[in-house]
T-cell receptor, first 113, second 113 residues
């Protein structure tokens, strides 16, 4: 049973560019959340998708947007990249019997130069 | 303003002894608390959780204690093992473990042989 998978593993972009990160949830899960983890910090909640709709959102600007597909996979898009967007982006999924537990993927390391 | 605080960036404990990791929170609306463990290059892994209607939850070597009046929780690991060396994150939510989580900055636990 595959866990949460994310792609790509690493990414390097320059300021002003746009980036798309991808996430496939654990089998049987229908809810996907995205988190940003800056160096030396804990993960910060960006938003959560359920039934292809944004259900919750943290304190992030509109440059951060997302999408959930009918197969429950999800994308995180960041426009007009800033140096401060450099971080590890984590995807977490939940659903099914263990609905109170979020399973995290290994993350995508984004570097903005 | 940090709503979940882990004031010890690191903690060193001898193998076989008890490890106690502490966490404080400021938001009274939090009603569900979780501990996650993270190894380098991996996503956080769920360890144990506790609802605000309880004051203790135990799972094998791991016990979480919640003191609502003090807005404080702690994770006890007994006995500590070398594989417990990792970064431990305390997290909180307002609507169960599936909601967007607010994380602390983490405590790096080092188990000494």
């Amino acid at each position: 049973d595959a866990g949460v998978t994310q792609s790509p593993t690493h990414l390097i972009k320059t300021r002003g560019q746009q980036v798309t990160l991808r996430c496939s949830p654990k089998s049987g899960h229908d809810t996907v959340s995205w988190y940003q983890q800056a160096l030396g910090q804990g993960p910060q909640f960006i938003f959560q998708y359920y039934e292809e709709e944004e259900r919750q959102r943290g304190n992030f600007p509109d440059r951060f947007s997302g999408h959930q597909f009918p197969n429950y996979s999800s994308e995180l898009n960041v426009n007009a990249l800033l140096l401060g967007d450099s971080a590890l982006y984590l995807c977490a999924s939940t659903g099914g019997a263990l609905y109170n537990e979020q399973f995290f993927g290994p993350g995508t390391r984004l570097t903005v130069l | 303003d940090q709503q979940v605080k882990q004031n010890s960036p690191s903690l060193s404990v001898q193998e076989g002894r008890i490890s106690i990791l502490n966490c404080d929170y400021t938001n009274s609306m939090f009603d569900y608390f979780l501990w996650y463990k993270k190894y380098p290059a991996e996503g956080p892994t769920f360890l144990i959780s506790i609802s605000s209607i309880k004051d203790k939850n135990e799972d094998g070597r791991f016990t979480v204690f919640l003191n609502k009046s003090a807005k404080h929780l702690s994770l006890h690991i007994v006995p500590s093992q070398p594989g417990d060396s990792a970064v431990y994150f305390c997290a909180a939510s307002k609507g169960g473990g599936a909601d967007g989580l607010t994380f602390g900055k983490g405590t790096h636990l080092i188990i000494q042989p």
